[in-house]
């Protein structure tokens, strides 16, 4: 064991996990949300109740807001950015502590990753990542959806019973984001091992194993990642825009390495949680699948209240550059405030019957389920092509799937979504993808 290593989860973790539990305890509701990683609770009572003690609720370590237009606010406001852990206020010497422990690794939620800096440094790195998201490559990856998804609906017809995540929801995006960065087919096992071991360093406060397991996928991830862009650079061809990036000395091969590994860990694990969120929604809620069968030209706006009903993240946070005045109270410069997406998606002052499922509201556009502001997702337009393509594909050619048991969610916070999701398939009606 590290002992380096422990310390640091001892002071991003440890420590705040023994703290929210306690918070938990009296019911504070961020202590009750944060607390709850490793079980898998309904966090929508608790978003209720911290939104009805008014717009931006303080805690002891954190301001709190569910409220819609608050998060909005602060997603676009220049007066607020985001902080890397070692940045945080904290007690000095955790600081210090986290400062020597780096492990070195390319870390998606840690710099140079650009989720985790501001500007002028975020400014840059986006502008090179975008080159791998403009329209075009946005339309030829279109294509490659389309072919990808024929595949993996006509391969669920020899399981009698597929677990939906690990033969299909989870298939579907990985391929994808593997040919953006330029990895080969055979990475895309390793690509979701990586993307399971790392997503639980979104949470605060999770167990000592999982982060050394999570640090340990980062350190594989980061060895494969150089390895690749240094055949590149040796002159190996070079056939995606992010690749080519590892040739012109335009980003240094650690900001290579953690910007890729941010989108392979965002590039498929919110698209996972989209795709198995909107099969469990869908098949819950008959209706409105029959209403989709008779209006196909619904299906993106059912997609978007998807997104608003079951947000693939939870929450995010920023930090304020300077002190500022919200929602009647003045937040300090430092002071950081916790963001909760999936609240902010059911505020009833934005959505009528926030807690009903609708594919036919109209405002459902207006989540915050890909974020807002110079932060906001980059890859949404390839997320809403493929859970529109997926999901619609996967109803017509099996009308009759439903759910064989109770679907197992992860035990995660901020990422929201099924570990499995066993159905009965049903017959098989042949349907174009579209």
């Given at each position: 064991?590290?002992?380096?290593?422990?310390?640091?989860?001892?002071a991003?973790?440890g420590?705040?996990?023994?703290?929210?539990?306690?918070?938990?305890?009296r019911?504070?509701p961020?202590?009750?949300?944060?607390?709850s990683?490793?079980?898998?609770?309904?966090p929508y009572?608790?978003?209720?109740?911290?939104?009805s003690?008014?717009?931006l609720?303080?805690s002891p370590?954190?301001?709190?807001?569910?409220?819609?237009?608050?998060?909005?606010?602060?997603l676009?406001?220049?007066?607020?950015?985001?902080?890397?852990?070692?940045?945080?206020?904290?007690?000095?010497?955790?600081?210090?502590?986290?400062?020597?422990?780096d492990?070195?690794?390319?870390n998606p939620?840690?710099?140079?990753?650009?989720v985790?800096?501001?500007?002028?440094?975020?400014t840059?790195y986006?502008?090179?990542v975008?080159q791998s998201?403009?329209?075009?490559a946005?339309e030829?990856?279109?294509?490659?959806v389309n072919?990808?998804?024929t595949?993996?609906?006509?391969?669920?017809?020899?399981?009698d019973?597929?677990?939906?995540?690990?033969d299909?929801?989870?298939?579907?995006p990985v391929?994808?984001?593997?040919?953006?960065?330029?990895?080969?087919s055979?990475?895309?096992?390793q690509?979701?091992q990586?993307?399971?071991?790392?997503?639980p360093?979104?949470?605060v406060?999770?167990?000592?194993?999982t982060?050394?397991?999570?640090?340990?996928?980062?350190?594989?991830i980061?060895?494969?990642i150089?390895?690749?862009?240094?055949?590149?650079?040796?002159?190996?061809a070079?056939?995606?825009?992010?690749?080519r990036?590892?040739?012109?000395?335009?980003?240094?091969p650690?900001e290579?390495?953690?910007?890729?590994?941010?989108?392979?860990?965002?590039?498929?694990?919110?698209t996972?949680n989209?795709?198995g969120n909107?099969i469990?929604?869908l098949?819950?809620?008959?209706?409105?699948?029959?209403?989709l069968?008779?209006e196909?030209?619904?299906?993106?706006?059912a997609?978007?209240?998807?997104?608003?009903?079951?947000s693939?993240v939870?929450m995010?946070a920023?930090t304020?550059?300077?002190?500022v005045?919200?929602?009647g109270?003045?937040?300090r410069?430092?002071?950081?405030v916790?963001?909760?997406?999936?609240?902010?998606?059911r505020?009833?002052?934005?959505?009528?019957?926030p807690?009903?499922?609708?594919?036919g509201r109209?405002?459902?556009r207006?989540?915050?389920?890909?974020?807002?502001?110079?932060?906001?997702?980059?890859?949404?337009?390839?997320?809403?092509?493929?859970?529109t393509t997926?999901?619609?594909?996967?109803?017509?050619?099996y009308?009759?799937?439903?759910?064989?048991g109770?679907?197992?969610?992860?035990?995660?916070?901020?990422?929201?979504?099924?570990?499995?999701?066993p159905?009965r398939?049903?017959?098989?009606?042949?349907?174009?993808?579209?």
């Amino acid at each position: 064991m590290s002992i380096g290593l422990w310390a640091r989860w001892v002071a991003l973790h440890g420590i705040p996990r023994a703290f929210m539990t306690q918070r938990a305890s009296r019911g504070d509701p961020l202590g009750q949300i944060i607390a709850s990683h490793g079980r898998a609770i309904d966090p929508y009572p608790v978003y209720a109740n911290l939104r009805s003690r008014g717009p931006l609720v303080r805690s002891p370590f954190a301001w709190a807001s569910a409220d819609h237009g608050v998060c909005r606010e602060l997603l676009r406001d220049r007066n607020f950015g985001v902080t890397a852990p070692a940045d945080m206020d904290l007690p000095r010497p955790l600081r210090a502590l986290l400062a020597r422990t780096d492990p070195g690794v390319a870390n998606p939620v840690e710099p140079p990753a650009m989720v985790i800096v501001n500007p002028p440094d975020h400014t840059r790195y986006r502008q090179l990542v975008a080159q791998s998201f403009t329209p075009r490559a946005i339309e030829t990856l279109r294509e490659r959806v389309n072919e990808l998804t024929t595949e993996l609906v006509d391969g669920l017809a020899a399981h009698d019973r597929p677990d939906l995540i690990a033969d299909f929801a989870a298939e579907l995006p990985v391929a994808i984001i593997a040919e953006i960065i330029g990895l080969p087919s055979d990475s895309h096992a390793q690509l979701l091992q990586w993307g399971r071991c790392g997503a639980p360093l979104l949470d605060v406060g999770i167990g000592w194993r999982t982060y050394r397991n999570a640090i340990n996928g980062l350190r594989d991830i980061d060895g494969y990642i150089n390895e690749r862009f240094r055949q590149i650079r040796a002159g190996e061809a070079s056939e995606t825009a992010f690749s080519r990036l590892a040739t012109d000395d335009s980003l240094t091969p650690r900001e290579l390495a953690a910007n890729g590994a941010l989108l392979v860990g965002a590039g498929f694990e919110t698209t996972v949680n989209l795709i198995g969120n909107g099969i469990v929604a869908l098949s819950r809620h008959p209706e409105q699948l029959a209403r989709l069968r008779a209006e196909p030209d619904l299906w993106p706006g059912a997609v978007e209240e998807i997104l608003r009903y079951e947000s693939p993240v939870q929450m995010t946070a920023r930090t304020a550059l300077r002190d500022v005045e919200i929602a009647g109270h003045r937040v300090r410069e430092g002071e950081m405030v916790v963001l909760l997406l999936g609240g902010a998606n059911r505020d009833p002052n934005v959505f009528t019957d926030p807690d009903t499922f609708d594919i036919g509201r109209v405002n459902a556009r207006d989540h915050l389920a890909f974020a807002s502001g110079i932060h906001a997702c980059i890859g949404a337009a390839l997320a809403r092509i493929e859970g529109t393509t997926a999901l619609r594909a996967l109803f017509e050619a099996y009308p009759d799937l439903s759910l064989a048991g109770e679907p197992q969610r992860r035990g995660l916070v901020n990422l929201f979504g099924y570990e499995r999701l066993p159905v009965r398939l049903g017959s098989r009606h042949d349907a174009a993808v579209h």
